[in-house]
């Protein structure tokens, strides 16, 4: 007997065969045996909206009172003895009229005569449907009971069970199991209390079945079993995952093997043998067809379980260690008998780590670029000032942009003592740290202009050569002499008018306000500098941070030419000049 036909064999043993009384879709009529005072749902296969129902074997065609037509169900509510005969029903919306003819037979008692015969062979697993799914489909609350030969069924002590939609299941069958069956099922609809039922007629034949001695295999049945590295990345995962569970942090990845290289491992085979337990049956394992006796990691045991009627063959494959060896390989489970054997058959096969180690790289730089955002932009401006230093020493060529001067140093001449400090501030001191320290190139009028020249020309070339403007403001300056329309100060008012038209149109040259002595009114200032103030911000510098022997007077000091330098070109315009 080969395989197929085996398992066909055993499908038609726990499938009982039905002999029914009915089902005819011709012209012939299907039976049914209700009992009077019963709820009885009568259902047409191909009902729908197209579906009527009609009273056969008289003239008067109208269903009888209690009698009515429900989503193609036709309803009974309950069973009367005025009830009993023929119904049709028709559909008459296709091309060809159907109909379907059923005749209902009224019983006497709580147990209707059976509406089909059922058969099983004698020691073999079976059960009895409920034959009400119309029934079972109501939203309602129902208490399932079984009666044999109207006789309560108990399932405790006939070893039966009963499932959710009313099969039950006995094993194995017995001669005594023979006999008349019927499913009752209490509902409440409506608020009135009903009762449907429906019995089957069951025989148990004295036949042995011989097909449940065919050898079957459940698993494994070509099985893959991911394992894991335990001496890589294993211990990381773990490590880390400890890690989050200890902080209550939920990990973006999973650790998702079954099994690990270097751990334990254990494989499980069952198989169907038949309805006893044969001591010449034999159950037993192989890797890659080497025998488990010749590796000290395996081992291995097999018994018997009986399961409602029918017995099993359970076989267990202890790997205390698994080894590169047993991957990849086939792994048996070999289970035989005198007559056949049969193989099932499973793989160990190593997880591949890619998308793992895709979702480890993706977890650390998040968590890198979290941890790191704050103190990049705290210590931005010391991050941009140490790459500059860098850079400068690893490229030495720079490719010029035709620009003479790193910035235009724009103040008020020093006509009145309000003004002195910004005059020492731009003569002095920034040209002193600027230039002398770092190398850069500034334009400061009063210092570098020409006599005798056009000084509106010569402002506009000289802006147009430069890469910043810096615009040097106090408090004092702009309160007191922006009355007083000198020759310095509309100097002043057409360099910052233009290069401040050049920085919003064009962006070059680019503005760096600096602040003295205290707050500046922008009030009383262009609209141009009050727009690039709201926009970037302006430096401050104090009187108070020329006082000598003073840490804060340094610190404030320090920072402030941080900035100024942040706010400088990269590379000084000397760098520019000096590549050939």
């Known amino acids: ?72 169900l036709l309803w009974f509510l309950p069973v009367e003895e005025s009830h009993e005969g023929e119904y049709t029903c028709k559909r008459s919306n296709r091309p060809q009229s159907t109909k379907r003819k059923f005749r209902l037979s009224l019983s006497r008692g ?15 697993s079976g059960g009895l449907p409920c034959k009400q799914t119309e029934i079972f489909r109501l939203n309602t609350t129902r208490n399932v009971r079984w009666m044999k030969d109207c006789h309560q069924v108990q399932p405790e002590e006939d070893q039966i069970i009963v499932s959710e939609d009313g099969f039950m299941r006995f094993s194995p069958a017995s001669l ?40 079957h295999i459940l698993k494994p049945q070509e099985a893959v079993i991911l394992v894991q590295n335990e001496n890589t990345l294993y211990h990381i995962m773990s490590r880390l995952i400890t890690f989050f569970a200890k902080n209550n942090i939920n990990p973006i990845f999973v650790l998702n093997s079954h099994q690990r290289t270097g751990m334990s491992a254990e494989l499980q085979c069952v198989a169907i043998v038949g309805l006893s337990e044969d001591p010449e049956i034999l159950m037993f394992w192989t890797v890659n067809t080497t025998l488990t006796e010749d590796y000290e990691e395996l081992s291995e045991s097999w018994k018997f379980i009986i399961n409602r009627g029918v017995v099993y063959g359970h076989s267990t494959l202890s790997i205390s260690k698994v ?8 792994i048996q489970c070999h289970i035989g008998s005198p007559v056949e054997e049969r193989t099932g058959r499973a793989w160990l096969v190593e997880a591949d780590h890619s998308a793992l180690y895709g979702y480890v790289a993706i977890f650390i730089t998040a968590s890198l670029v979290i941890l790191l955002l704050p ?28 620009k003479l001067y790193d910035a235009y140093v724009s103040f008020l001449q020093p006509k009145s003592p309000s003004v002195a400090e910004e005059a020492e501030f731009a003569l002095q001191i920034l040209p002193e740290e600027l230039e002398r320290q770092q190398g850069y190139s500034l334009y400061i009028r009063g210092r570098d202009d020409c006599p005798g020249e056009a000084i509106h020309d010569a402002i506009t070339a ?12 106090s408090s004092e300056g702009t309160s007191h002499d922006l009355s007083c329309q000198c020759e310095n100060q509309k100097q002043l008012l057409y360099e910052q008018t233009l290069g401040l038209h050049d920085a919003l149109m064009m962006n070059d040259p680019k ?35 020329m006082r000598k022997n003073s840490l804060s007077s340094w610190l404030s000091n320090r920072h402030f030419w941080k900035n100024l330098r942040y706010h400088m070109p990269s590379v000084p315009a000397r760098r520019h000049r000096t590549v050939v």
């Open 176 to 215: 005594k199991d023979s006999g008349k069956y019927t499913c009752l099922i209490d509902i409440s609809l409506n608020g009135k209390k009903y009762t449907a039922a429906r019995s089957i007629q069951l025989t148990v034949k004295n036949e042995p079945p011989d097909f449940f001695q065919e050898l």
């Open 511 to 545: 503005v760096i306000l600096v602040e003295m002595d205290g707050p500046v009114d922008y009030r009383l200032l262009p609209e141009s500098l009050q727009y690039i103030k709201r926009q970037q911000g302006a430096l401050k510098w104090r009187k108070v941070f």
């Open 462 to 473: 000289t802006l147009r050569q430069s890469r910043r403007l810096i615009i040097i403001l």
């Open 1 to 72: 007997m080969t395989a197929a036909a085996g398992r066909l064999c055993l499908l038609a043993a726990l499938l009982p065969l039905a002999v029914p009384l009915e089902h005819d879709h011709r012209e012939e009529t299907d039976t049914y045996h209700v009992s009077v005072g019963h709820l009885f749902l009568l259902s047409c296969s191909f009902a729908d909206s197209g579906a009527t129902w009609e009273r056969g074997g008289s003239s008067n065609t109208s269903l009888p009172a209690g009698v009515e037509v429900r989503d193609g």
């Open 375 to 402: 103190a990049v932009f705290f210590f931005k401006v010391d991050l941009v000032l140490g790459y500059r230093t860098l850079t400068a020493h690893f490229y030495k060529k720079v490719i010029s942009d035709g």
């Open 323 to 330: 080894l590169p060896e047993f991957l990849n390989v086939p």
């Open 110 to 124: 709580e147990c209707p005569d059976p509406s089909e015969v059922l058969s099983l062979p004698m020691g073999s």
